[in-house]
């Protein structure tokens, strides 16, 4: 992490600029349930997070956009009158927003921009969609462009398929574009409409990072996307009107499911009984039965560990180690896999002593040291006030 704050950022451009910017921001996420269902035009229950990544812009004359990562140490510029494409690295994700942002009709001005982020990169909390969304939210301020959140969050997806050539759903870009303070979102990924759901004070989130991030993350990825058409092409052989597998019911997939390879049917199996749970947690935490929440976080894991096949020994250590701290209702991987963080759904009187339970003895197993934090859901995108 970097030990920056938003107003050593705005030190930090006037130095390197000399002029002063304006400041934006936009969380990384958490996600309680509804995993790798968002590309299956699902259900998920995301939480933006309290931490952010920091943008400070200050327009110029020209159409060259000019940034520095402050947690990268590097640089890069871009002439937005110039074709751009991809250099397989961190700018593709702010060259991708912009490109796409001008696609959708936006003139945008050149700009120098600085950018910090307090949210470890590549650990499943979404860092890339929270530099999307702070980077286009701070390019639409710039040009003066009045800002439409569910557009924004699109824009940042496409750029993301398309300029980045990570095939990811919508709830990353979503989430950072929406956050409610207090609460969850449950987003239908079908008709992008969502819900808060508050989270109770009785109880706490709470994530671990497992330190570890398996290479394998982004082509397994890519192949599940895969597995899940196979699935859908299948199944809407024998059953009517199914466009995705958000349109297989349960029962639907008991009775038709055998004509399925075994691994697609598995891969069907944790889609389809994980937008049940989706919808079945959030009963559970608005009727504030948190044992019932836990339970199905627990169904949540073992479906992505045993039919999804996307955790790994760190994710599944990580989540047992927790399961048996006192207070923890439920634990499971969260984000897309193969390393990156869990979530823990903690009684507030034990939240305090959680760490100290589980930290130590993950790290005598494992040799790493994990980062384990309690989140308070925070607000989507948006200017930071000083
Ligand atoms: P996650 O989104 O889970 O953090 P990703 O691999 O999707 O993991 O995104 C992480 C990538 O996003 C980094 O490798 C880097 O290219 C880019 N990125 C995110 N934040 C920053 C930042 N502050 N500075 C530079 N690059 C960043
Ligand atoms: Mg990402």
Redesign the pocket.
Known sequence: MTPLSPNDLLHLFERRFGRQPILFRAP?RVNLIGEHTDYNDGFVLPAALDLA?YVAVAPREDRVIQVH????N?DFTADLGQPQSPVH??S??VVGVALELEKSGHRLKGSDMM???V?????????????EASVGYALLSVAGAPINRLDLAKICQRAENEFVG?R?GIM?QFISCHGVEGCALLLDCRSLEARPVPIDPKVRILVCNTMVHHQL??SEYNLRRRDCETAVALLSQTIDGVRALRDVSVPELETHGARLPQTILKRARHVVTENKRVLEAVAALEAGDFIETGRLMNASHESLRDDYNVSCPELDLMVELSRTAPGVYGSRMT??GFG?CTVSLVDAAAAEGFADIVGPTYEKETGLKPMIFSCYPGRGAGPVVL
Not at 69 to 72: F, K, M
């Open positions: 990384g990544t990562s402050v947690n990268l590097a690295g961190w593709d994700y950018v910090m982020s949210l470890s990169m590549g650990s499943g909390l979404s860092a890339s969609a929270a530099l990570m990811c990353d993350a982004g984000g897309g990156g």
